[in-house]
């Protein structure tokens, strides 16, 4: 009994039973170490914390103890601000503005990204992976999580003028249309007033601009300068209504495939097969950054193209030709119409800049299993 009193002093309850034999005693110490589980008893485990906590001072280098943790979790921020961090890229680490495509692991990229991977990864020779778990990432193995643009599209954004916020959804409507500050220009642009200011501030400036009582004279320079932009339009579609009146055109769907030189660092140049058009043949070339070393080191892409004529002609052929994007493509392309004459010598012509908008849209291209356009060449008869 002596043994089972000091025991008690140390913690451990002592099970009482109603008779004092020994048989009792057992099965009280027993049921006291089923109590306290495997491993150490229970009433020891209790001892050894207490001791350890009475004896020995916190480490401040230990990590910090569940407790704290579930109370910072408690004191977490909005969950659209928690939401942001889960639904943003894993590339560019911002919230998606359109599409969102995900790879065969679940990890998020924003259209813009993506696409910008898989044309450095065609620009470096190699298969483009995700940048969390290094999968395989293709147009083929990766698809869109609609169910994340419609939760992206809910949640609440900054305007850029206002600074309220409003869903993903509506936010582009509010700010070109509905915000009271945002941007505009005052309606006499068209003869020279430079204003610009938020949009609550329009009618007074209107009411006392003074560019509507400008004389006659001083608004000549003004409207100049904008005939001189618009002859550049026009002159642009006037030559192509004047090409479409030639004799001889053809047109063709041209498919640039992506090969590789034979250099020791090897350079992305495309290529397409041969085709014919007004009875003769034809190969398209095109090369990235003008042939540049390193064009995946460079945010600024490029391409240029060059029309080479496979045939032999007996006289001189003279031709304008330009390429516009493909029936089934998105690429937005500009139009411009270019001229050559060919001959036996002279069959291949410059390379001239394919007349994309932006690098966002080269780097479609580049991404593209193949580039897919259109050729249009007019013969010109003397």
């Excluded at 031709?319 to 004459?341: E, M, N, T, W």
């Amino acid at each position: 009994m002596s043994t089972l009193e000091e025991r008690g002093e140390v913690g451990v309850p002592v099970a009482t039973a109603p008779s004092s034999s020994s048989a009792g005693l057992g099965v009280g110490a027993a049921g006291a170490g089923l109590e306290a589980g495997p491993g150490m008893p229970g009433g020891q485990e209790e001892a050894g914390i207490r001791r350890e906590g009475a004896g020995q001072e916190p480490d401040p280098d230990a990590p910090p103890k569940k407790r704290v943790r579930l109370m910072q979790e408690g004191e977490a921020c909005k969950l659209e601000e928690r939401l942001y961090a889960v639904l943003c890229c894993t590339v560019c680490l911002d919230l998606p503005k359109a599409s969102v495509y995900q790879c065969t692991n679940g990890h998020l990229m924003c259209a813009g990204c993506f696409i910008h991977l898989l044309a450095d990864a065609r620009l470096k020779e190699e298969q483009a992976t995700c940048p969390n778990c290094r999968c395989e990432i293709s147009k083929s193995l990766c698809c869109r999580n609609l169910a994340v643009e419609k939760a992206v599209s809910e949640l609440p954004f900054e305007c850029n003028f206002c600074l309220k916020q409003f869903p993903r959804s509506v936010l582009e409507r509010h700010q070109k249309e509905e915000c009271q500050d945002r941007v505009t220009v005052c309606k006499y642009k068209r003869i020279g007033c430079p204003w610009k200011g938020p949009f609550h501030e329009l009618t007074v400036h209107e009411a006392e601009c003074c560019h509507p009582t400008k004389t006659g004279n001083e608004l000549m320079g003004i409207l100049d300068e904008m005939d001189q932009s618009h002859r550049k339009e026009m002159q642009l579609y006037s030559g192509i209504f004047s090409l479409l009146c030639f004799e001889k055109i053809g047109f063709t769907e041209v498919q640039f495939r992506p090969y590789r030189t034979d250099d020791f660092i090897t350079r992305l140049y495309y290529e397409t097969p041969r085709f014919t058009v007004l009875n003769q043949t034809w190969v398209l070339k095109a090369r990235v950054n003008d042939s540049e070393r390193n064009p995946n080191l460079s945010c600024k892409r490029t391409l240029s193209f060059q029309l080479i004529l496979k045939s032999k002609i007996n006289s001189a052929l003279e031709c304008s030709y330009l390429l516009l994007k493909g029936p089934y493509d998105d690429v937005k392309i500009k139009p411009v119409i270019y001229h050559y004459v060919f001959s036996n010598d002279a069959n291949e012509t410059d390379y001239m800049p394919l007349p994309i908008i932006d690098s966002i849209e080269c780097n479609k291209l580049l991404a593209a299993k193949n580039i897919n356009l259109r050729l249009f060449i007019f013969q010109i008869q003397k």
